[in-house]
């Protein structure tokens, strides 16, 4: 009697969770349809915008750049995120190795034993000058200032271009900071 009271409750739970899952199923697929169906049904030469208005800036984000247009001004600035070809240097190795070749490990970075990544963010303009630099991710003791102060002495970049054309490109860079024991 026990027995077959325990295997109806079984047969119970067993059923009303296949029925919650099935209304699960039911109400979640219009849910999923509907934001798949966005997705996949962009025209892909259609850039999707996105309007931010903040004091006297506008700013637009679009899928694959992001553009500031100070009101009252009809030019566009815009920032690229994906290039035809990037910016790089006309320097043996590229931008690393210059990087490389002039970055000094801080005092206080070795004395603490600091070691680890900065990530820095900047804007290739259109004349390949840089602008714009700041550190996205820093590690301290000094080593995010210097990544910045050899940034500054970056030589005039090759713009990056779409359809042959310069852009402002950014760019963000790691740099590794590893003491040598």
Same mark, same amino acid.
């Given at each position: /009697?026990?027995?077959?009271?325990?295997?109806?409750?079984?047969?119970?739970?067993?059923?009303?969770?296949?029925?919650?899952?099935? %209304?699960?199923?039911?109400?979640?697929?219009?849910?999923?349809? #509907?934001?798949?169906?966005? @997705?996949?049904?962009?025209?892909?030469?259609?850039?999707?915008?996105?309007?931010?208005?903040? +004091?006297?800036? @506008?700013? #637009?984000?679009?899928?694959?750049?992001?553009?500031?247009?100070?009101?009252?001004?009809?030019?566009?600035?815009?920032?690229? /995120?994906?290039?035809?070809?990037?910016?790089?240097?006309?320097?043996?190795? +590229?931008?690393?190795?210059?990087? $490389?070749?002039?970055?000094?490990?801080?005092?206080?970075?070795?004395?603490?034993?600091?070691?680890?990544?900065?990530?820095?963010?900047?804007?290739?303009?259109? $004349?390949? #000058?840089? #602008?714009?630099?700041? %550190?996205?991710?820093?590690?301290? $003791? +000094?080593?995010?200032?210097?990544?910045?102060?050899?940034?500054?002495?970056?030589?005039?970049?090759?713009?990056?271009?779409?359809?042959?054309?310069?852009?402002?490109?950014?760019?963000?860079?790691?740099?590794?900071?590893?003491?040598?024991?």
């Amino acid at each position: /009697m026990v027995r077959s009271f325990i295997k109806n409750l079984n047969l119970i739970h067993y059923k009303s969770c296949h029925i919650a899952g099935i %209304v699960f199923l039911l109400l979640m697929f219009p849910a999923m349809h #509907s934001v798949f169906a966005g @997705v996949f049904n962009e025209n892909p030469g259609e850039n999707k915008e996105i309007i931010f208005i903040s +004091g006297n800036n @506008v700013t #637009s984000f679009y899928r694959s750049e992001l553009i500031l247009k100070p009101a009252g001004q009809g030019e566009d600035i815009r920032v690229h /995120m994906i290039a035809d070809t990037y910016p790089g240097l006309s320097y043996p190795g +590229g931008i690393y190795s210059f990087i $490389d070749q002039r970055i000094e490990y801080p005092e206080k970075a070795m004395f603490n034993s600091t070691e680890g990544v900065v990530l820095v963010n900047f804007i290739v303009e259109k $004349d390949g #000058s840089i #602008s714009n630099t700041s %550190v996205l991710r820093g590690i301290g $003791d +000094g080593c995010d200032e210097e990544v910045l102060r050899v940034l500054e002495k970056l030589p005039v970049l090759n713009p990056g271009t779409i359809n042959n054309k310069p852009v402002r490109v950014a760019i963000t860079l790691p740099v590794r900071f590893k003491l040598k024991y």
